[in-house]
């Protein structure tokens, strides 16, 4: 995900949230967004943030909801609902899952935006490059990833999640079957092979 200009994601248009539109426009509002950000997690393939600016609300909830997040230094990232008499109580879900909680509440308490740097140390964003770089290390961070089978990606990014909601010895009997499964896998024995013969794999996609 990008954006253009110097907003990489402002979130709802409060004017869609107005006394105007009744409950059912706003709870369709509402549902609509939790489903994309769920979606994102769901995909078979990384999602990337490139972020170039202010996210806030739901834009800070995307960045959170993506798998990484590359950040320029003058990148900010708040959740200032509280501010306005509407508290971000959905963003709050991705943020609560991606800071420590006392940086997450100080957020949606306060509204005051974290700096690029901020949000890197507390593990809202994986990287954080100068403006004129972001490009670069977005995609290749992208083309890293695409040099992997696509199958053993999906079978990773979607065993991560199934397993961060675990308990750990669930989580652990959870992967250590996943980690078999892998094995059976075309890819899995194809890398294997590949490493042992010292050649590059070559992916069944």
């Not at 590359?70 to 306005?84: D, L, M, Y």
């Not at 670069?136 to 079978?155: D, F, R, V």
């Given at each position: ?5 110097p907003?990489f994601?402002?979130?709802?248009d ?6 105007e539109?009744?409950v ?10 939790a489903?994309?950000?769920t979606?994102i997690?769901?995909?078979?393939v990384?999602?990337i943030?490139?972020v ?7 834009g800070?909830?995307?960045v959170?909801?993506c ?6 230094e003058k990148?900010?990232?708040?959740t200032p609902?509280?501010?306005?008499g509407?508290?971000?109580s959905t963003?709050?879900v991705?943020?609560?899952r ?9 957020m949606?308490f306060?509204?005051e935006p974290l700096s690029?740097?901020?949000a ?10 100068p403006?004129?770089?972001l490009?670069e ?20 990014k979607?065993?991560f999640?199934r397993q961060?909601?675990?308990?750990l ?9 996943v ?6 896998l ?5 890398g ?13 996609h």
């Amino acid at each position: 995900f990008a954006a253009e200009g110097p907003v990489f994601c402002s979130g709802h248009d409060l004017k869609e949230l107005s006394s105007e539109d009744d409950v059912k426009h706003h709870s369709q509002v509402f549902e609509i967004c939790a489903e994309v950000m769920t979606l994102i997690q769901k995909l078979p393939v990384p999602v990337i943030a490139k972020v170039n600016g202010l996210a806030t609300a739901a834009g800070c909830q995307l960045v959170a909801s993506c798998d990484i997040a590359v950040a320029s230094e003058k990148s900010q990232f708040a959740t200032p609902g509280v501010n306005i008499g509407l508290f971000c109580s959905t963003p709050a879900v991705a943020l609560g899952r991606s800071l420590p909680r006392k940086v997450a509440l100080e957020m949606l308490f306060t509204g005051e935006p974290l700096s690029a740097q901020e949000a890197l140390m507390h593990g809202l964003v994986s990287k954080v490059v100068p403006e004129d770089k972001l490009e670069e290390e977005t995609m290749k961070i992208s083309h890293k990833i695409c040099k992997s089978s696509k199958s053993i990606l999906a079978l990773g990014k979607a065993t991560f999640y199934r397993q961060m909601t675990q308990d750990l010895d669930t989580a652990y009997k959870m992967t250590t079957q996943v980690m078999v499964d892998n094995l059976t896998l075309r890819d899995g024995q194809e890398g294997i092979e590949a490493f042992i013969q010292k050649r590059k794999p070559v992916w069944s996609h």
